[in-house]
């Protein structure tokens, strides 16, 4: 078991990836304050670091994430003040993890439910091993997963995200797989060679490419046709501008492996 002066957030760097992982598995990792907080000083620490090339998100103990702290929730239901700076500080989470220029991989294991869903839909990628259990089971206890809507909705669409917000049924990773909520469901015994692969392929790119191309796809991605376009369009014409962008395609013209100046 964690003490309680454990750090909320575990973290380790080696070649350029860091791994980040949520401390406190004897609860399944809730999002409580503290380590809503943790999560948001560490990406906010990582962004700036042009050494870091990928972050994995992975749980400590027999879960990936459960979700918000009931129990200190319950402490503060009739506190709106309170409540109000954590679901504004657990958005604040979500939106930082789409606006680091570093991709994410979520490494999910045994259950990822309410916010913890959430936080498996906002990673930029998602790898699960094949006994992961996936929920949005609030409605369950009369406290509906609205804000964990917000990233599932995105990733898996109307109908079946309203099916798991409606039931609180739970459903197993290769469900999972097939709705688009992760993007890999492995045994958990190649769990790490899993998102290791991934993070090399990632790792092998232009580190200024992936970060203009990562913050162009959600800024494009709520937007209407024409507002996409228009802003992808000059996208494009700025990603021509990079060194990486003319040594790649000379690169590939030459028939040889590019040589980048930003990796």
Known sequence: MNAPDQPYVLREERDGVVSLTLNRGE???????????????????????ASIRVVVLAGMGRGFCAGHDLKEM??????????????????DLMMAITRLPQPVIAKVHGIATAAGCQLTSMCDLAVASDDTRFALPGVNIGLFCS????????????????????????????????????NRVVPGDQLDAEVARLADLIKSKSAAVVAMGKKTFYQQIE???????????EAMTCN???PDADEGIEAFLAKRPPRWKNI
Request: hydrophobic residues 50%; contains cysteine.
């Open 240 to 242: 021509m501008g990079l």
């Open 74 to 91: 319950q402490a503060h239901a009739k506190d709106s003040a309170w409540l109000t700076t954590l679901f504004d500080s657990c958005s």
């Open 27 to 49: 609860r399944f990792n809730p999002l409580s304050t503290g380590m809503i907080l943790a999560l948001l000083e560490a990406f906010r620490s990582i962004a700036d670091q």
């Open 147 to 182: 804000t964990p809507a917000v990233g599932v909705a995105r990733n898996i669409g109307r109908k079946r995200a309203m099916e798991m917000l409606l039931t609180g049924e739970t459903i197993d990773a290769r469900t999972a797989l097939a709705w688009g909520l992760v």
């Open 223 to 233: 937007m209407g046709l024409a507002g996409a376009y228009s802003v992808t369009g």
